[in-house]
């Protein structure tokens, strides 16, 4: 009678769990159940939020699109849908990203840290909307205050080493030239005293949790960025080309894995195929060898940007680096075998393919690092601002490695 009574109960308490379930109201226990059993599937969709209310005030763009095109695309499958609001954003950013370019390095800078910003937005947004029960204070003011700090700091410090002449001119600008370094470190220890007066005695640790998630957002956002600023002082081709291979294989890979996709490439990110990876590498390396070829032909696009002091403004003209200037490149036992024993080479040719070999085989990493942030907060997307690709993170993870791959590679072998 009471084994009968105990198994009663156990199904009513039973009934009672999966009725919280259903409502969304989850029990430690099923949570923990549904975390474990999530983390050991292997077709589990990496984006599959556990907590709605989280992914919903973070904002999931990736399968969003506008009004009139959800009308027009709504007799197509949504794989297609998506495949199609996908292509349309890709050709508007591309479509920007040229108007930018055409406006001149000046512009592409400030289009760098515009991106920056709102790559920290959202990143510091996942933080405040985890926490937000707790109201922690100064924590978002704190936040783009150190960022403000870190970009003075940095920003200060690349227009200081390009244009230290011109800026010496201005005798509003000598001392902040003069103290610089000394500013900076004032404003970040007026961040620090500001931080501990704002510790609230119960929530001493989210808020040094907050406080360190600030600061590695400040650590890859800021100085990636900074790395990209100096890419821009050091020739616009710096910058342009290898952000194009990063486009070019994220959309090739996309292109290869629609269409041929059959082997799972990691359990990051379920989607990414073998056949994406190694068809956009391959498409990426023809693509920068071409676009170089391009490129080189303009000295807009390989002189940097630096002060003439005899024509007293900033100048883009230049001579040559020898990697920009024509050679041949004579080729050895298998070219004479097809009689052709020598062709029109660039030497920056090489550095353009071992570029576009980074961008292809190391910088998805980038994008597979972000998708392991995101499954560990159970969101899909960093936000929903581009429609078909999610936030603005979404979008240039990959360019963040890439940029500071380029600068390192510029100092250490082209300087």
């Known amino acids: 009678m009471a084994d009968s009574l105990n198994d009663e109960s156990g199904v009513e308490d039973k009934k009672k769990e999966e009725m919280k379930v259903g409502q969304g109201l989850e029990s430690d226990e099923v949570r923990r159940r549904k975390v474990a059993s999530a983390d050991s599937a292997d077709d589990e969709p990496a984006a599959a939020p556990v907590d709605p209310a989280v992914a919903q005030s973070i904002g999931q763009g990736t399968d969003q699109s506008p009004g009139i095109l959800q009308r027009l695309l709504a007799p197509l499958p949504p794989r297609w849908q998506n495949w199609v609001v996908r292509g349309i954003m890709s050709i508007v950013m591309i479509v920007i990203f040229s108007v930018i370019v055409y406006l001149g390095p000046l512009a592409m800078v400030v289009l760098i840290l515009i991106i920056q910003m709102m790559c920290f937005y959202e990143i510091i947004n996942i933080g405040y909307v985890v926490y937000k029960s707790q109201d922690l204070p100064w924590f978002r003011t704190l936040s783009w205050f150190f960022l403000f700090t870190s970009n003075y700091f940095f920003f200060g410090e690349s227009m200081i080493d390009q244009f230290r002449i011109l800026l010496q001119r201005d005798q509003f600008l000598q001392p902040l030239l003069t103290y610089h370094r000394f500013i900076s470190f004032c404003l970040y220890c007026g961040g620090i005293v500001g931080f501990v007066v704002s510790l ?35 020739g616009v081709i710096w910058l342009l080309l290898p952000s194009s291979m990063i486009i070019c294989n994220d959309i090739m890979a996309y292109m290869f894995g629609f269409f041929f996709g059959k082997t799972p490439l990691i359990k990051l990110s379920p989607k990414k195929t073998w056949e994406g990876f190694i068809g956009g590498g391959l498409s990426t390396i023809l693509f920068s060898v071409l676009l170089s070829h391009f490129l080189i032909q303009f000295d807009f696009f390989v002189c940097p940007l630096e002060y003439d002091e005899v024509s007293d403004a900033v100048s883009m003209n230049c001579v040559r680096h020898w990697i920009f200037e024509r050679s041949t490149f004579h080729i050895p036992v298998v070219g004479k075998l097809l009689f052709l024993s020598s062709i029109p080479w660039y030497p920056f040719y090489w550095h353009s393919i071992i570029m576009a070999t980074f961008a292809s085989f190391v910088g998805p990493f980038g994008g597979f690092f972000a998708s392991g942030f995101k499954r560990a907060f159970k969101i899909k997307d960093f936000g929903d601002l581009i429609p078909g690709h999610g936030g603005m993170t979404d979008r240039f993870d990959c360019q963040i490695i890439m940029g500071t791959f380029v600068y390192v590679y510029f100092q250490t072998f082209i300087m």
Do not use: D, E
């Open 200 to 234: 609230v005695k119960k929530h001493y640790l989210q808020q040094f949790t907050l406080f360190g998630w600030t600061h590695m957002a400040l650590l890859v956002l800021v100085t990636s960025s900074h790395f990209m600023i100096r890419n821009v002082f050091n």
